[in-house]
């Protein structure tokens, strides 16, 4: 899966649940991806620093580089 494709689908893993919560309470129909996006950007900060805690490789190793990308995409969304 490409950084871009793994993007799009953690913003809509989370956009579900945001909207599942929602409407759970009542609150609305529609909810802001910006909502999603902070959420994903969450989730692949945490990978990111568990990466660094557990490897010597930091910035060489190819599954880092892979999340720093899909953070990009992410951003770029």
């Excluded at 959420?39 to 930091?58: P, R």
């Amino acid at each position: 899966m490409t950084p871009k494709e793994k993007a799009k689908e953690l913003i809509y893993k989370f956009s579900e649940h945001i909207v599942t919560i929602y409407e759970l309470e009542g609150l609305v129909e529609h909810v802001d991806s910006s909502k999603a996006k902070g959420h994903a950007l969450v989730a692949v900060d945490e990978l990111i620093k568990i990466h660094y805690l557990l490897t010597t490789t930091h910035d060489t190793s190819p599954s880092i580089n892979y999340w720093k990308e899909v953070k990009k995409e992410i951003q770029k969304l």
